[in-house]
């Protein structure tokens, strides 16, 4: 007999066939030499695997994972070469395949087919053949061609084959019908205890169940079908789909075999819903705050969003046998869960819209009036005015629509909402109402922990928050069947003191009522969150695979739940899919320009022109413009921003303003807010197109760069050295964009005027100065041109999509997966919007592109410290986000690597990162500089397998016996892990602990509270701000600890820190638009203030445009923004557009600017004055604040006097005094306001 050695590392393959072996072998059937062996991915090649192989006959192996990259299978392979044995690798999924030798096709075949049908009977043969091939007996029994796929129900005597057969069986045609995708191994093995209950449960709840096994991967050869073949078989009747919702238990994703297609998905047309399956043990993921690990996310959540997947909740966990064997058991209460959830997707496809009740949901952060519909780069007012009158005409029960978006806000405001000091007896009275012991009932069905914890934070049911005589309050203004609400403060502002002790703080029972009587009382069929984004799917539980004491999972419960969202947020839009069960309809950015100059810039910009000129026609001039120009930059406050050497020639200091002020001009701000649904027309169509344009898009090169070209410029020549002079033209190399940029214009007009018809392109090749240009200039705008026509424009126009998809999935439609990320960062294939967006597989990070550019930012931090400090840095500190690394594919990441001096190893083929190799410090040309991040809890959610690698990678360099001036992290582990001895830590413990160098929040828990902390005015010292940002961020991550609490170690990294960063790599948002870019790069550098007596250097990384990595201090860029869009009058203008949500982002930027002066000192007296004068004391903008949002303006002045009272700023008497006048009237005003309410 044959010695047959088989190995794997899939738990129910390796137990069946050991199964199997050991049957033979007690036949007398196998040789007792033949073996099986286990593997898992850590699996170590050693001597033992020598001699178990070396008189082996033949290897049979199927292996799981991401590759043959593993050191098991770098030794495996040469060896079972050199000794000639036979193989048969089967390594589907990988690159690799198959790997064969020494095994004739026919005989191949025959083993394949065996494996592939599966079940005891062809495993035993699989064994039997694969002795015969040596032996010469292969008269073994064929395969048994078992079913492929059938429909199971446990009441069946036999599977089904035949829908029409099982229908009239099982399913009562006047109820909805669930589909349910399973893998056929668990019928092969009969492991269909959670089917059944999945079954049961959904007919339990009125529905008929349609429970299909299947392969995901077709073997057309062997008559196993596509999965496209099986929805036109099992879920299809006369090829329309007879299922309302498709419910799938498969991992990975149906895509990604090649046996699904999305064309396929879209024409079916039925809501996805993803149901885990999961490989860990109950109690394990019970008691886990992780949820699910690194390895589920990626397969059983992040691949299934690639095809529109609607996540869903575990519905059963895997138990290993004692045999080895796999059972899925079933999670009851998830099942029902999901069950529900499924239900009210297929109430959508089935109910009329005329009975239909929908909850709108508003953000509304802080909770003020001056802030209904927060949400970034969306007139979430005007876009839901408009989502109303397309319900209206869809059928649904709307009884008004407001005019404009003034009355709808005046409409919301004279009902109940969250801004309680404001709310009058009468609208208390009509406010909707959840009664207390509704409440309590409610309350009481919850976990005895979720109970315990609600109680300790927020006292006895129904608490303090939002009550009103024992009832909760329901903000909101019913309109018809449509209820227009704001979402319920998240509790922070409640109780301030919570944000220094409790990050882990339940949401208010008001918060999780509210839920209740909008599902269960009110009766709601779904929700529409409202932009970017809310609190829901931040609240406390666990990172992915929710269980019932995740609030997320408590205040949604099984309501639908869609969800219109930037496309750039990446990763906070995943969290709401992974967490909040969301159906995104991402939605395009807000219109953007160049920023051109204004005011003293433009003055000033006149007169360093004219200087320039004059250097050559008119020297004798130049000393009257030299003072001209200083006093011009005295007066635009730029004096500190480039350095005047009177030892150097004027023309040094002229061309340096001149490069700074081109960079202002060329900077893309925002003129606008996007409106969801609405293609973008006239003025703004143009600015789209020239902000689509203005980078490379892949292959099709960038519109200003040709363009230069065609003066035979390089365009970031043409930037960097503005203020020479182009002697054709006799203009400087400014003017000279200027030109470009007209240029560009006039072939956006062109193409508009036109139609975007691609056959009249030869109008343009008709221009004169297009005629003189090369051949290669004419073939490179005319790529431009067709790109435009072809792709940009029709994508832009189908933005209409946006509001049209967020009806489709009212109506429980399939809405279509779509890329996210920048569309102006060189990604305008990212259109069009309107799609339910994913990311990208982490696994893959950072890719080789990231790499270089990550090696780029890394550079340029160590230079920039060098040119400021004189010396390498030691430490550094980078903020980590999981969206940046998404959308940049882990430049952030790569730059962590680089600067210890570590890059990645990827796989060929899949390119996915598989491990780490040190960077030699004879190549590296300079020390490993010792980084720290703080990772946001999304980053901790969404990249566990990330996060690992940077901490593997900060151990490697380590213990690098390396020079320890050459190697800081060396350097810093060998004094700290001593310091830790001392304290009484073994030698191993104190090294492991002083490594420790990914910090953020703990398991369950978001953000980092400095926010919240300065929205509360709850703070005095920046050691206040210090104390918060390391309360919540001083988890430590790495190996097997997820989240330890080691503040004296956080405080000592943030102590030591020579640099902090945080990279962008996009401009449609920005440091002053959202409080989050503060709350981890600014409460870093507060930390580090107050524990190091010192502050930073602190940096911006911006890796927007590729091709021109920079790179700026924390306080140039805030003062670039400034000039370039808060005080731009063409940014003011276009806010002023948009009435109410206009004046509340404006006032927004106000707060938050102050924010990182607190945090920061990034703010100057002049800067505070421009924003009283440009925002508050302005007549035609005050004017305007008073009519569409007097609220923001009362908040602009409060927030303006408060930087004043604490010392940020020294304002003028004059302006204070006009800022507390324009706070009082304002108080008043509202208050009448109020007094018509009553």
Same mark, same amino acid.
């Given at each position: 007999?044959?010695?047959?050695?088989?190995?794997?590392?899939?738990?129910?393959?390796?137990?069946?066939?050991?199964?199997?072996?050991?049957?033979?072998?007690?036949?007398?059937?196998?040789?007792?030499?033949?073996?099986?062996?286990?593997?898992?991915?850590?699996?170590?090649?050693?001597?033992?695997?020598?001699?178990?192989?070396?008189?082996?006959?033949?290897?049979?192996?199927?292996?799981?994972?991401?590759?043959?990259?593993?050191?098991?299978?770098?030794?495996?392979?040469?060896?079972?070469?050199?000794?000639?044995?036979?193989?048969?690798?089967?390594?589907?999924?990988?690159?690799?395949?198959?790997?064969?030798?020494?095994?004739?096709?026919?005989?191949?075949?025959?083993?394949?087919?065996?494996?592939?049908?599966?079940?005891?009977?062809?495993?035993?043969?699989?064994?039997?053949?694969?002795?015969?091939?040596?032996?010469?007996?292969?008269?073994?029994?064929?395969?048994?061609?078992?079913?492929?796929?059938?429909?199971?129900?446990?009441?069946?005597?036999?599977?089904?084959?035949?829908?029409?057969?099982?229908?009239?069986?099982?399913?009562?045609?006047?109820?909805?019908?669930?589909?349910?995708?399973?893998?056929?191994?668990?019928?092969?093995?009969?492991?269909?205890?959670?089917?059944?209950?999945?079954?049961?449960?959904?007919?339990?709840?009125?529905?008929?169940?349609?429970? +299909? @096994?299947? *392969?995901? /991967?077709?073997?057309?050869?062997? !008559?196993?079908? $596509?999965?496209?073949?099986? =929805?036109?078989?099992? #879920?299809?009747?006369?090829?329309?789909?007879?299922?309302? +919702? @498709?419910? *799938?238990? /498969?991992?990975?994703?149906?895509? !990604?075999?090649? $046996?699904?297609?999305?064309? =396929?998905?879209?024409? #079916?047309?039925?809501?996805?819903?993803?149901?885990?399956?999961?490989?860990?043990?109950?109690?394990?993921?019970?008691?886990?705050?992780?949820?699910?690990?690194?390895?589920?996310?990626?397969?059983?959540?992040?691949?299934?969003?690639?095809?529109?997947?609607?996540?869903?909740?575990?519905?059963?966990?895997?138990?290993?046998?004692?045999?080895?064997?796999?059972?899925?058991?079933?999670?009851?209460?998830?099942?029902?869960?999901?069950?529900?959830?499924?239900?009210?997707?297929?109430?959508?496809?089935?109910?009329?819209?005329?009975?239909?009740?929908?909850?709108?949901?508003?953000?509304?952060?802080?909770?003020?009036?001056?802030?209904?519909?927060?949400?970034?780069?969306?007139?979430?007012?005007?876009?839901?005015?408009?989502?109303?009158?397309?319900?209206?005409?869809?059928?649904?029960?709307?009884?008004?629509?407001?005019?404009?978006?003034?009355?709808?806000?005046?409409?919301?405001?004279?009902?109940?909402?969250?801004?309680?000091?404001?709310?009058?007896?009468?609208?208390?009275?009509?406010?909707?109402?959840?009664?207390?012991?509704?409440?309590?009932?409610?309350?009481?069905?919850?976990?005895?922990?979720?109970?315990?914890?609600?109680?300790?934070?927020?006292?006895?049911?129904?608490?303090?928050?939002?009550?009103?005589?024992?009832?909760?309050?329901?903000?909101?203004?019913?309109?018809?069947?449509?209820?227009?609400?704001?979402?319920?403060?998240?509790?922070?502002?409640?109780?301030?003191?919570?944000?220094?002790?409790?990050?882990?703080?339940?949401?208010?029972?008001?918060?999780?009522?509210?839920?209740?009587?909008?599902?269960?009382?009110?009766?709601?069929?779904?929700?529409?969150?409202?932009?970017?984004?809310?609190?829901?799917?931040?609240?406390?539980?666990?990172?992915?695979?929710?269980?019932?004491?995740?609030?997320?999972?408590?205040?949604?419960?099984?309501?639908?739940?869609?969800?219109?969202?930037?496309?750039?947020?990446?990763?906070?839009?995943?969290?709401?899919?992974?967490?909040?069960?969301?159906?995104?309809?991402?939605?395009?950015?807000?219109?953007?320009?160049?920023?051109?100059?204004?005011?003293?810039?433009?003055?000033?910009?006149?007169?360093?022109?004219?200087?320039?000129?004059?250097?050559?026609?008119?020297?004798?001039?130049?000393?009257?413009?030299?003072?001209?120009?200083?006093?011009?930059?005295?007066?635009?406050?730029?004096?500190?921003?480039?350095?005047?050497?009177?030892?150097?020639?004027?023309?040094?200091?002229?061309?340096?303003?001149?490069?700074?002020?081109?960079?202002?001009?060329?900077?893309?701000?925002?003129?606008?807010?996007?409106?969801?649904?609405?293609?973008?027309?006239?003025?703004?169509?143009?600015?789209?197109?020239?902000?689509?344009?203005?980078?490379?898009?892949?292959?099709?090169?960038?519109?200003?760069?040709?363009?230069?070209?065609?003066?035979?410029?390089?365009?970031?020549?043409?930037?960097?050295?503005?203020?020479?002079?182009?002697?054709?033209?006799?203009?400087?190399?400014?003017?000279?964009?200027?030109?470009?940029?007209?240029?560009?214009?006039?072939?956006?007009?062109?193409?508009?005027?036109?139609?975007?018809?691609?056959?009249?392109?030869?109008?343009?090749?008709?221009?004169?100065?297009?005629?003189?240009?090369?051949?290669?200039?004419?073939?490179?705008?005319?790529?431009?041109?067709?790109?435009?026509?072809?792709?940009?424009?029709?994508?832009?126009?189908?933005?209409?999509?946006?509001?049209?998809?967020?009806?489709?999935?009212?109506?429980?439609?399939?809405?279509?997966?779509?890329?996210?990320?920048?569309?102006?960062?060189?990604?305008?294939?990212?259109?069009?919007?309107?799609?339910?967006?994913?990311?990208?597989?982490?696994?893959?990070?950072?890719?080789?592109?990231?790499?270089?550019?990550?090696?780029?930012?890394?550079?340029?931090?160590?230079?920039?410290?060098?040119?400021?400090?004189?010396?390498?840095?030691?430490?550094?500190?980078?903020?980590?986000?999981?969206?940046?690394?998404?959308?940049?594919?882990?430049?952030?990441?790569?730059?962590?690597?680089?600067?210890?001096?570590?890059?990645?190893?990827?796989?060929?083929?899949?390119?996915?990162?598989?491990?780490?190799?040190?960077?030699?410090?004879?190549?590296?040309?300079?020390?490993?500089?010792?980084?720290?991040?703080?990772?946001?809890?999304?980053?901790?959610?969404?990249?566990?397998?990330?996060?690992?690698?940077?901490?593997?990678?900060?151990?490697?360099?380590?213990?690098?016996?390396?020079?320890?001036?050459?190697?800081?992290?060396?350097?810093?582990?060998?004094?700290?892990?001593?310091?830790?001895?001392?304290?009484?830590?073994?030698?191993?413990?104190?090294?492991?602990?002083?490594?420790?160098?990914?910090?953020?929040?703990?398991?369950?828990?978001?953000?980092?509270?400095?926010?919240?902390?300065?929205?509360?005015?709850?703070?005095?010292?920046?050691?206040?701000?210090?104390?918060?940002?390391?309360?919540?961020?001083?988890?430590?991550?790495?190996?097997?600890?997820?989240?330890?609490?080691?503040?004296?170690?956080?405080?000592?990294?943030?102590?030591?820190?020579?640099?902090?960063?945080?990279?962008?790599?996009?401009?449609?948002?920005?440091?002053?638009?959202?409080?989050?870019?503060?709350?981890?790069?600014?409460?870093?550098?507060?930390?580090?203030?107050?524990?190091?007596?010192?502050?930073?250097?602190?940096?911006?990384?911006?890796?927007?445009?590729?091709?021109?990595?920079?790179?700026?201090?924390?306080?140039?860029?805030?003062?670039?923004?400034?000039?370039?869009?808060?005080?731009?009058?063409?940014?003011?203008?276009?806010?002023?557009?948009?009435?109410?949500?206009?004046?509340?982002?404006?006032?927004?930027?106000?707060?938050?600017?102050?924010?990182?002066?607190?945090?920061?000192?990034?703010?100057?007296?002049?800067?505070?004055?421009?924003?009283?004068?440009?925002?508050?004391?302005?007549?035609?903008?005050?004017?305007?604040?008073?009519?569409?949002?007097?609220?923001?303006?009362?908040?602009?002045?409060?927030?303006?006097?408060?930087?004043?009272?604490?010392?940020?700023?020294?304002?003028?008497?004059?302006?204070?005094?006009?800022?507390?006048?324009?706070?009082?009237?304002?108080?008043?005003?509202?208050?009448?306001?109020?007094?018509?309410?009553?």
């Amino acid at each position: 007999m044959s010695k047959v050695v088989f190995l794997s590392n899939v738990d129910r393959r390796f137990a069946m066939m050991k199964v199997a072996l050991q049957q033979l072998q007690q036949e007398n059937l196998l040789s007792n030499d033949s073996v099986c062996v286990k593997l898992s991915d850590n699996t170590v090649w050693n001597d033992e695997w020598q001699k178990l192989l070396e008189d082996a006959d033949i290897l049979l192996l199927k292996w799981m994972g991401a590759g043959l990259d593993t050191h098991f299978f770098k030794k495996l392979l040469p060896f079972i070469k050199k000794h000639q044995l036979r193989y048969y690798i089967d390594a589907a999924g990988t690159e690799e395949e198959e790997l064969v030798s020494g095994i004739e096709k026919n005989d191949l075949e025959k083993l394949k087919a065996y494996a592939l049908y599966s079940g005891m009977k062809n495993y035993r043969n699989l064994f039997l053949y694969a002795n015969g091939i040596l032996t010469g007996k292969t008269d073994i029994e064929l395969p048994d061609p078992m079913y492929w796929s059938a429909i199971y129900h446990p009441k069946a005597k036999t599977v089904y084959t035949d829908l029409a057969a099982y229908k009239k069986d099982f399913c009562d045609a006047a109820k909805p019908t669930i589909g349910i995708l399973f893998y056929r191994d668990e019928w092969v093995w009969d492991d269909l205890v959670y089917q059944t209950a999945l079954i049961e449960e959904i007919e339990r709840q009125g529905m008929n169940a349609v429970c +299909v @096994f299947s *392969n995901g /991967m077709p073997v057309l050869e062997l !008559g196993m079908p $596509s999965l496209i073949k099986i =929805f036109e078989d099992y #879920f299809c009747e006369n090829g329309v789909p007879s299922i309302d +919702v @498709f419910i *799938n238990t /498969m991992k990975f994703s149906l895509t !990604g075999a090649r $046996s699904m297609t999305l064309d =396929f998905l879209k024409k #079916f047309n039925v809501p996805v819903l993803q149901a885990y399956t999961l490989l860990t043990p109950y109690e394990n993921w019970r008691d886990d705050f992780e949820g699910m690990n690194a390895m589920e996310v990626s397969i059983s959540v992040t691949m299934p969003e690639f095809e529109g997947a609607i996540h869903g909740v575990p519905i059963a966990n895997k138990k290993l046998l004692e045999n080895g064997d796999v059972r899925y058991l079933p999670i009851n209460e998830r099942i029902v869960r999901m069950v529900n959830k499924a239900r009210k997707w297929a109430v959508l496809r089935r109910k009329k819209n005329a009975d239909k009740k929908v909850a709108i949901i508003f953000h509304n952060y802080p909770p003020r009036n001056s802030n209904i519909g927060s949400a970034v780069g969306l007139d979430t007012i005007e876009s839901i005015r408009l989502v109303l009158q397309a319900l209206r005409e869809r059928g649904y029960k709307v009884d008004t629509i407001p005019e404009d978006g003034k009355e709808f806000i005046n409409e919301l405001t004279a009902n109940a909402t969250n801004d309680r000091a404001l709310l009058t007896e009468k609208q208390l009275a009509a406010a909707n109402k959840l009664s207390g012991a509704d409440y309590r009932k409610f309350f009481e069905l919850q976990e005895e922990g979720v109970k315990a914890q609600l109680v300790k934070d927020w006292g006895e049911a129904p608490g303090e928050v939002m009550n009103y005589d024992d009832d909760l309050l329901i903000p909101g203004t019913m309109n018809g069947n449509i209820f227009v609400t704001v979402q319920p403060p998240r509790g922070f502002g409640e109780d301030p003191s919570k944000i220094y002790h409790s990050p882990f703080c339940a949401p208010t029972h008001h918060y999780l009522g509210f839920y209740h009587w909008l599902r269960d009382i009110w009766q709601a069929d779904a929700v529409v969150h409202v932009g970017t984004h809310g609190s829901l799917e931040w609240l406390p539980g666990k990172n992915a695979g929710l269980n019932n004491t995740c609030y997320p999972d408590i205040s949604l419960g099984d309501l639908p739940n869609i969800y219109p969202y930037l496309i750039t947020i990446t990763g906070e839009g995943i969290q709401a899919k992974r967490r909040g069960a969301a159906c995104l309809i991402e939605h395009l950015p807000p219109p953007m320009t160049d920023a051109g100059v204004y005011d003293e810039l433009e003055e000033l910009e006149k007169l360093m022109d004219e200087y320039c000129h004059f250097e050559t026609t008119q020297p004798e001039n130049l000393e009257k413009l030299q003072s001209l120009i200083l006093e011009k930059v005295v007066q635009a406050n730029l004096q500190d921003e480039v350095f005047f050497d009177e030892e150097k020639p004027f023309n040094d200091y002229v061309m340096g303003l001149h490069n700074y002020i081109t960079d202002l001009k060329n900077m893309q701000v925002r003129i606008g807010l996007h409106i969801l649904g609405q293609p973008p027309q006239d003025e703004n169509l143009r600015e789209y197109l020239m902000l689509l344009t203005r980078l490379e898009n892949g292959d099709i090169p960038s519109l200003m760069q040709v363009l230069a070209k065609h003066y035979g410029f390089d365009y970031y020549d043409l930037l960097e050295n503005s203020g020479l002079i182009y002697e054709p033209l006799n203009i400087t190399y400014g003017a000279l964009i200027d030109k470009l940029r007209a240029r560009s214009r006039n072939i956006i007009a062109l193409l508009i005027e036109h139609g975007f018809d691609e056959e009249k392109l030869y109008n343009l090749e008709n221009l004169e100065w297009v005629c003189d240009g090369s051949s290669e200039f004419k073939l490179a705008l005319k790529q431009i041109c067709c790109y435009i026509c072809n792709n940009i424009y029709p994508n832009l126009m189908l933005t209409s999509q946006e509001r049209e998809n967020l009806l489709r999935g009212l109506e429980g439609q399939y809405i279509e997966p779509g890329p996210s990320g920048a569309p102006s960062s060189g990604g305008a294939d990212l259109l069009p919007t309107g799609r339910n967006f994913y990311g990208i597989d982490p696994r893959n990070l950072p890719t080789p592109a990231a790499w270089e550019i990550g090696k780029t930012l890394g550079d340029q931090v160590i230079e920039r410290y060098i040119s400021e400090e004189g010396r390498y840095p030691e430490s550094v500190g980078i903020v980590l986000w999981s969206g940046a690394n998404m959308r940049s594919h882990g430049q952030c990441v790569a730059e962590f690597l680089y600067l210890l001096g570590v890059r990645p190893q990827w796989q060929h083929g899949s390119q996915r990162v598989i491990g780490l190799e040190v960077i030699p410090l004879m190549e590296l040309k300079r020390p490993r500089i010792d980084v720290t991040a703080r990772i946001s809890g999304l980053f901790r959610d969404t990249m566990p397998s990330v996060m690992n690698l940077l901490d593997k990678a900060v151990l490697l360099v380590g213990e690098l016996e390396e020079d320890e001036e050459q190697n800081y992290v060396r350097k810093h582990l060998l004094v700290d892990s001593l310091e830790l001895e001392a304290e009484g830590l073994t030698k191993e413990d104190a090294w492991r602990q002083a490594a420790f160098r990914i910090f953020g929040d703990e398991q369950g828990v978001y953000g980092a509270g400095i926010a919240a902390l300065l929205e509360a005015k709850n703070w005095e010292s920046i050691g206040d701000i210090a104390e918060v940002y390391v309360r919540w961020g001083a988890h430590a991550y790495g190996g097997k600890v997820k989240g330890k609490f080691l503040p004296q170690q956080f405080r000592k990294r943030m102590g030591s820190l020579d640099v902090t960063i945080k990279n962008e790599d996009n401009h449609e948002t920005n440091m002053l638009s959202s409080d989050d870019y503060n709350a981890y790069h600014g409460g870093m550098i507060a930390a580090v203030r107050s524990i190091k007596g010192s502050a930073p250097r602190s940096y911006c990384g911006d890796s927007t445009d590729k091709s021109k990595v920079v790179m700026h201090s924390v306080q140039e860029e805030a003062k670039r923004i400034f000039r370039s869009e808060a005080i731009n009058p063409k940014f003011i203008e276009g806010m002023m557009k948009h009435g109410y949500k206009g004046a509340a982002d404006m006032a927004n930027y106000i707060a938050h600017s102050f924010q990182w002066d607190a945090t920061s000192a990034v703010m100057e007296d002049w800067m505070y004055e421009k924003y009283a004068e440009k925002y508050t004391f302005d007549p035609k903008v005050q004017e305007w604040l008073r009519d569409v949002n007097p609220w923001a303006l009362q908040r602009m002045a409060e927030i303006l006097l408060e930087a004043d009272q604490r010392g940020l700023w020294q304002a003028k008497p004059e302006t204070k005094a006009e800022l507390q006048k324009i706070y009082l009237s304002v108080e008043g005003e509202l208050e009448e306001r109020s007094d018509e309410h009553s």
